[in-house]
């Protein structure tokens, strides 16, 4: 996605171009694909998210990340789900025990009872 594709070498992640070069190193434990300019990876157990030229522009703070969809991504930090935008801000803070990816503004999430739900970013549960 967005011109490079995922790499695994040596057991670690990386991004190559279409041109079979290595853009982004093969450094991480696991990665996504690329969204909005950024992809999740992880190092140390850690999820952040890289650019498409390999800078770090979300620190590794995360216990678990998802791709982002719609300018939002699912993050884990203290063992609860939430999401984050494109700078790493929560737009929902880490409250449930299980988020999907956004789609069509909507994400499913569940409760500690193990109910499921749909939430939309502001919160408003359908």
Not at 24 to 30: D, G, L, M
Request: a positive charge; glycine letters at 12%; proline letters at 3%.
């Amino acid at each position: 996605k967005e011109g490079l594709s995922r790499v695994k070498k040596n057991n670690k992640y990386g991004y190559i171009d279409i041109l079979n070069r290595e853009v982004v190193p093969c450094i991480f434990e696991e990665a996504g694909d690329f969204s909005s300019g950024l992809a999740f990876v992880a190092i140390n157990g850690k999820y952040g998210f890289v650019n498409t030229e390999g800078s770090i522009k979300i620190p590794m703070r995360y216990d678990m990340a998802g791709d982002f969809s719609e300018g939002v991504a699912a993050a884990k930090e203290g063992g609860k789900w939430g999401f984050i935008d494109l700078c790493g801000d929560w737009v929902i803070p880490p409250y449930r025990s299980h988020a999907l990816s956004i789609c069509g503004g909507k994400s499913l999430i569940s409760s500690e009872q193990k109910k499921y739900y749909l939430i939309n970013l502001k919160r408003k549960i359908s």
